[in-house]
């Protein structure tokens, strides 16, 4: 990891607000609950349910955004990482010279790969030339750039 970059995708304004969100919930929630224990009747105890309800939700909406963030920021890292085909972006020449092996692909999937790529090591590809992976709607992988 560079000089920079966070281990979590949340900001300590999230993790504030995060924090502030669900204080304000639990002491609402608390509230509400000590307040219809108090009454012995139905229709007193009912705007107390209703202010627990209000919090539940008001926690459940805290929880939901804090979560959002995190997948919008990794959403954004991804996006900085893969290049425009959904490769993974390197140093290396857009093309790496012709293959020394066979190219591979599996039904299903929607690239093809050099049978050394990291991505078909272990899964049962099946190996055929350039032409056939590519009349078959197959597009070369980002990774190995057969």
Known sequence: MTTG????????????????????????????WWQAAGTAMLSHQMPWV?????????ATMTHATWLLRAR?????????????????????PADAGPPDGPLVA???LRRYHRHDCPLA?????????????????HMPCGVCRP
């Open 106 to 108: 599996a039904a299903g």
């Open 5 to 32: 970059e966070r281990a979590t995708p949340w900001t300590g304004n999230d993790l504030a607000l995060w924090a502030a969100g669900l204080a304000v919930a639990a002491i609402v929630w608390a509230w509400a």
């Open 50 to 58: 209703s202010g627990g309800v209000g919090a539940l939700l008001l």
């Open 72 to 92: 919008r920021r990794i959403g954004l890292r991804r996006l900085a990482l893969l290049d425009d085909d959904g490769g993974v972006s390197d140093d290396r």
């Open 121 to 137: 090591q272990g899964v049962g590809f099946t190996a055929a030339g350039r032409a056939a992976h590519e009349s078959a709607g």
